[in-house]
């Protein structure tokens, strides 16, 4: 896949190659999300870079675009995501996995970082890669250790990452698996969230590691369709039931 606009460096923070009306059609229709990600899991396949990925990279690949879209984080956010032993950084409890963060326009704080919560039922179809690439880094990570390369791992703090890569790197494949910028899919997520799943702007802040409220502003796409939607859910709580 070749795009010209990688050439342009207005790719790499909030605009995105592909119509504001496609992203907001994503936002409202599930299914047509479900299709964009799984082609975003085969697109990423692919060799775009010349570089040989083999299965484990695949999988990697398809579980860093899939956490990015499942919990909205910023992409410096989820390459931050640490494996050190005792972390659990994601964990299951009940019938939710568990996504925990950083948080990185809010380093002032003491606890920047944020828990995500994901139903695995209704949205184990993104999950699944994450899952078993999760596994598969834990038991390599685990077996670097038991061979004695405790030390090596821990000059580097990035040796210890969920995604041990640089951030560019991330975006390259992305970019190109993808076809669009990857903050796009926080933007997704976020109206989605909104229009979807009806979260406020309070539950929006909380989820999207947001300071203000202004800060939500690009990423809440709402048009006529969303209002009508709205209305007819709500009417009849308005007015009372009368025929």
Not at 67 to 88: C, H, Q, V, W, Y
Not at 146 to 166: A, H, I, N
Not at 197 to 215: C, E, H, Q, T, Y
């Amino acid at each position: 896949m070749k795009n010209e606009n990688l050439k342009n460096p207005d790719i790499y923070h909030s605009i995105f190659y592909k119509d504001l009306s496609d992203i907001t059609s994503y936002s409202r229709d599930y299914n047509k999300i479900k299709d964009l990600i799984c082609d975003i899991n085969e697109n990423i396949k692919s060799n775009p870079l010349k570089i040989t990925f083999n299965k484990y990279d695949q999988l990697r690949n398809q579980a860093l675009a899939n956490i990015l879209f499942i919990t909205g984080g910023r992409i410096s956010e989820i390459l931050d995501i640490d494996m050190k032993p005792n972390a659990d950084k994601i964990y299951k409890r009940e019938d939710f996995l568990y996504f925990t963060i950083p948080t990185k326009k809010k380093r002032n704080l003491k606890n920047n970082s944020r828990v995500i919560p994901i139903h695995i039922e209704g949205e184990k179809w993104a999950l699944d890669p994450i899952v078993k690439y999760y596994n598969l880094r834990q038991i390599e990570l685990r077996k670097k250790l038991d061979e004695g390369w405790g030390s090596w791992l821990l000059r580097k703090p990035k040796r210890l990452k969920l995604f041990p890569m640089c951030r560019m790197y991330a975006y390259d494949i992305l970019t190109w698996g993808i076809g669009m910028n990857p903050h796009a899919l926080r933007k997704i997520r976020t109206t989605l969230l909104m229009n979807n799943m009806g979260f406020n702007i309070p539950k929006l802040m909380r989820v999207g590691g947001w300071a203000s409220p202004d800060s939500l502003k690009p990423y809440m796409n709402i048009n006529t369709i969303d209002l009508e939607k709205s209305i007819k859910e709500n009417i009849k709580n308005f007015i009372g039931d009368k025929k």
